[in-house]
Protein backbone atom coordinates (compact mmCIF):
# COMPACT_ATOMS: atom_id res chain seq x y z
CA UNK A 1 0.00 0.00 0.00
CA UNK A 2 1.37 3.13 -1.05
CA UNK A 3 1.35 6.29 1.50
CA UNK A 4 -1.60 8.25 -0.33
CA UNK A 5 -3.90 5.21 -0.46
CA UNK A 6 -2.92 4.42 3.30
CA UNK A 7 -4.02 7.99 4.23
CA UNK A 8 -7.40 7.65 2.44
CA UNK A 9 -7.83 4.37 4.04
CA UNK A 10 -7.11 5.86 7.74
CA UNK A 11 -9.60 8.64 6.74
CA UNK A 12 -12.52 6.71 5.36
CA UNK A 13 -12.56 4.36 8.70
CA UNK A 14 -11.80 7.76 10.63
CA UNK A 15 -15.18 8.87 9.18
CA UNK A 16 -16.63 5.58 9.77
CA UNK A 17 -15.89 5.72 13.40
CA UNK A 18 -17.54 8.77 13.48
CA UNK A 19 -20.74 8.25 11.83
CA UNK A 20 -20.82 5.44 14.19
CA UNK A 21 -20.26 7.79 17.28
CA UNK A 22 -22.60 10.32 16.20
CA UNK A 23 -25.33 7.86 15.42
CA UNK A 24 -24.70 6.46 18.95
CA UNK A 25 -24.92 9.96 20.10
CA UNK A 26 -28.45 10.90 18.70
CA UNK A 27 -29.85 7.64 20.23
CA UNK A 28 -28.83 8.55 23.86
CA UNK A 29 -31.74 10.21 25.60
CA UNK A 30 -31.41 13.83 26.73
CA UNK A 31 -29.59 14.05 30.30
CA UNK A 32 -32.27 15.65 32.39
CA UNK A 33 -30.83 17.44 35.62
CA UNK A 34 -33.88 17.42 39.15
CA UNK A 35 -33.72 19.89 41.56
CA UNK A 36 -33.93 16.93 44.01
CA UNK A 37 -33.62 13.17 44.62
CA UNK A 38 -37.87 13.44 45.61
CA UNK A 39 -38.36 14.67 41.74
CA UNK A 40 -36.04 12.69 40.12
CA UNK A 41 -37.67 9.47 42.23
CA UNK A 42 -41.56 10.62 40.88
CA UNK A 43 -40.54 11.05 37.35
CA UNK A 44 -38.67 7.81 37.53
CA UNK A 45 -41.98 6.12 39.04
CA UNK A 46 -43.90 7.79 36.47
CA UNK A 47 -41.90 6.84 33.54
CA UNK A 48 -41.35 3.16 34.74
CA UNK A 49 -44.09 0.80 34.01
CA UNK A 50 -44.73 -1.87 36.81
CA UNK A 51 -44.26 -5.54 35.88
CA UNK A 52 -47.64 -7.01 35.89
CA UNK A 53 -46.86 -9.95 38.43
CA UNK A 54 -45.90 -7.17 40.67
CA UNK A 55 -49.21 -5.03 40.34
CA UNK A 56 -51.48 -8.42 40.65
CA UNK A 57 -48.98 -9.62 44.13
CA UNK A 58 -49.48 -5.77 45.77
CA UNK A 59 -53.25 -5.76 44.59
CA UNK A 60 -53.63 -9.21 46.10
CA UNK A 61 -51.76 -8.20 49.10
CA UNK A 62 -54.25 -5.69 50.13
CA UNK A 63 -56.60 -7.14 49.61
CA UNK A 64 -55.90 -10.04 52.14
CA UNK A 65 -54.93 -7.01 54.62
CA UNK A 66 -58.81 -5.13 54.18
CA UNK A 67 -60.45 -8.54 55.12
CA UNK A 68 -58.01 -9.41 57.81
CA UNK A 69 -58.55 -5.68 59.07
CA UNK A 70 -60.08 -5.61 62.54
CA UNK A 71 -63.37 -4.20 63.12
CA UNK A 72 -63.65 -1.43 64.93
CA UNK A 73 -63.68 -0.85 68.70
CA UNK A 74 -67.09 0.94 68.64
CA UNK A 75 -68.72 -2.40 66.57
CA UNK A 76 -67.12 -4.23 68.63
CA UNK A 77 -68.29 -2.62 71.68
CA UNK A 78 -71.99 -2.32 70.97
CA UNK A 79 -71.87 -5.32 68.43
CA UNK A 80 -72.41 -4.04 65.05
Known amino acids: MNGKSKLTHQNQEHQQEQSALQAHTRQRPAAHEF ?14 PLPAAVTDR ?20 FGK
Request: no cysteine.
Open 35 to 48: PNVEEMLRYDAAHT
Open 58 to 77: VAASVERERLRAPRVWWKRL
